[in-house]
């Protein structure tokens, strides 16, 4: 089993690829039909959210480069 990894790209979707499931808020799984790879809109502009659909070429713009979080708060 491969870890999961998302990758951010540049002015466009995330890319989730491993072994992963989607579900939506009530937790019913996405029927994905057996895709390991596929494109999270974070554009907004998909209309077949949360899946990219390629509208994130109508200008949306975000060059994603990797940084450090703050450290977590103690409880
Ligand atoms: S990231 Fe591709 S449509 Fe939103």
Do not use: W
């Amino acid at each position: 089993m491969s870890k999961t990894k998302l990758i951010i790209s540049k002015n466009g979707f995330i890319k989730i690829e491993g072994d992963f499931e989607i579900v939506d808020a009530e937790g019913m799984p996405y029927n994905v039909q057996g895709r390991t790879s596929l494109g999270l809109c974070r554009c907004g502009l998909s209309a077949n959210k949360p899946f990219c659909d390629g509208s994130h070429r109508n200008g949306f713009e975000h060059d994603a480069k990797a940084f450090d979080l703050p450290p977590m708060k103690a409880k």
